[in-house]
């Protein structure tokens, strides 16, 4: 599907593509949807499925709100997109159940909480409801790409530091003394405060070079 | 159900499941209208508010829904509610007080979208409250919910003043800030006994 999407509009969609992966990437330089970033990166696991699944609901909610676009009244498209959106989140909600109810059980009411994650609303209402089903779909793949991939960096350091291990498997040797900070609470805003650190250094000094 | 007293809900609710730095929710204001005290306490009240209303609708949304046996339109009737409260309250404030409403800005229909709302909603509805442990449930978390935004607001404020390098300066300072408020919220877990 991808390469077909690629195919039809070329150059500008896989740019649409690219930007979410890194120069517009959701959590790091938007700081957009960060209560499920925090709240379920504190394993690597946990961040992986979160990440998906907000990327499903944005792949289809995009999907929609772009080919309905021109019979949704603006004076209603906030509560439309929301009605959209709070659909799809109970599919998904659903399907995670029928998959795996540990997994349902350890994500908790954060799977419903996507209904208001506000990169999801942010992008069909910025992208989507102006732009083609196609450079949608892209928009929304890179986003939701960049997204996870940004939860996944935060619940590998976290469950890394914080437990000694990686999707569950041990990586340090057994006298490896735990941080059992990076688990709680503070340890998600400490890993995403140095996180932010360190790619607004990487900026500053890209600037610099090209100045 | 396991019978709790209405004060250790409220306790529970606002100091030691603190909303904003236990379960995360609300993050997106709490970063955003943060930085002046006086906006902080403000938007503290009103989110307060919906949460009040809101948790009252879903109560009754939560009874009719099972009673109707269609339990899958939760989520959407509970958004619903939430965002005309919203609505109401923004033209409430538009009328009271133009100045208030032009200092929350963007923020004030971004509360729809505020997690801690549709959180008490569904963390009451999880736990079978019935109505006044609802209400009380409610006020917990906003009272919650605005003590940190105030207390967040306020170092903020002295922060100005602090000299900080470069990088730091922004979301990376106000996260690093909310951790070490997170680390001393721990210290109210012993009051669950």
Known sequence: ?211 | MKEESLWYIFINASLINNFVLAYFLGICPFLGVSGKMETATKMGGAVTFVMLISSVCALGIHALLTAINAPFLQLISYIVVIASTVQLVEMFIKKMSPALFRSLGIFLPLITTNCAILGVALFQTSKGYGFVESVVYAMGAGAGFTLALVLIAGLREQLEFAEVPGIVKGTALTLFIAGILSLSFMGFAGLGG
């Open chain 1, 1 to 211: 599907m991808n390469e077909r999407d690629q195919h039809i509009n070329a150059t500008p969609s896989t740019d649409e593509f690219i930007k979410g992966l890194w120069r517009d990437n959701p959590v790091f330089v938007q700081v957009l949807g960060m209560c499920p970033v925090l709240a379920v990166s504190n394993t690597a696991g946990n961040a992986l499925a979160m990440g998906l699944a907000t990327a499903f609901v944005l792949l289809m909610s995009n999907i929609l709100v772009s080919a309905l676009r021109n019979f949704i009244p603006k004076q209603v498209r906030i509560a439309s997109y929301i009605l959209i959106i709070a659909t799809f989140v109970t599919i998904t909600d659903y399907a995670i159940q029928a998959i795996s109810v540990d997994l349902h059980k350890s994500l908790g009411a954060f799977i419903s909480l996507i209904v208001v994650n506000c990169l999801i609303l942010s992008r069909a209402e910025a992208f989507a409801a102006k732009n083609t089903i196609g450079r949608s779909i892209m928009d929304a793949l890179g986003m939701g790409i960049g997204f996870t991939f940004a939860l996944f960096c935060l619940g590998a350091v976290r469950e890394l530091l914080g437990n000694g291990s990686l999707f569950g498997w041990a990586v340090f040797p057994e006298n490896f003394q735990a941080w059992i900070v990076m688990i709680l609470p503070a340890g998600g805003f400490f890993t995403l405060a140095l996180l932010l650190l360190g790619i607004n250094a990487i900026q500053q000094k890209q600037k610099q070079a090209e100045a």
